[in-house]
């Protein structure tokens, strides 16, 4: 089993190492999207191809688990990288495959392309996912926390369409910023809509104020900018270090 990160969204953002897996694999079970992406490289003359969603996920999961035989290959594309924002699916094909057969195979996330489109890098800044199932209260917790020791923050929003009411999108997250205090007239925000997809990327820039109210596509990723520039010239290097003058007494 080949758990492998396709990328944003684009064929170019593919690595050699992704494509050689999924050529490699007879089984491939992705959400649309992500089979979308790598649709170029699937040959469906010899390989099964399984559409899944979040319901019928676990049942196909299952059903090529049994499917497979010896020496037999089976790829799970995940649009980004596999390692985030991906680990509730992870870990259950974990369950079901077995750790020792399992590899995991990077990709190209969102997160890094964001941080490269809006040159806030990546070690200064907080990373967020809000693509959880689960209770998101100490997320947002943390989220304030880093606004407030004025990190920048790079974030995925959480969509569901199904429960509205447990969206915690854009305009969901500038309001939850002002209840608790924070000034979102001033904070400077980034919006990034189908990264790398070419006919359909959008960007956003503009102050945190500005996003209540508006609509972004589930396929988004959100950046709080506080990022304040330093180079090397910023510090004292151990070269510019005056060395004291030793006097000596001649007497």
Known sequence: MFIVGVGPGSPQYLTCVAIEAIEK???????????????SIIDRTRQE????TMLNQ???????YNKMKDGEYCTVPFTG?????????????LEIFGD???????GISSIQVASSKSKIPLDKSY???????????????????????????IL?????????????????????LKFNGINISTLKVWVFEYLTKSNKETVFRGNASELEGMSFNPLSIMIIDQNERQTYRDFDSPEKKQIPKIVLDSS
Not at 49 to 52: D, I, L
Not at 130 to 141: M, Y
Not at 156 to 176: A, E, T, Y
């Open 25 to 39: 694999s007879k089984y491939i079970i992705g959400y649309k999207y992500t089979l979308d992406t790598i649709e």
């Open 58 to 64: 676990e049942s196909v999961y299952q059903d090529v």
């Open 100 to 106: 020792d057969t399992v590899e995991i195979i990077p």
């Open 156 to 176: 995925l929003p959480r969509p569901w369409p199904n429960d509205p009411s447990k969206n915690f999108m854009q305009s969901d997250i500038v309001k939850f």
């Open 127 to 153: 990373v967020l996912s809000f693509h959880v199932s689960g209770d998101i209260e100490k997320k947002k917790k943390e989220l304030i926390n880093a606004i407030m020791d004025k990190k920048s923050v």
């Open 49 to 52: 191809v399984y559409h899944v």
């Open 81 to 93: 990288d596999a390692n985030f924002s991906e680990s509730e699916v992870v870990d259950r094909l």
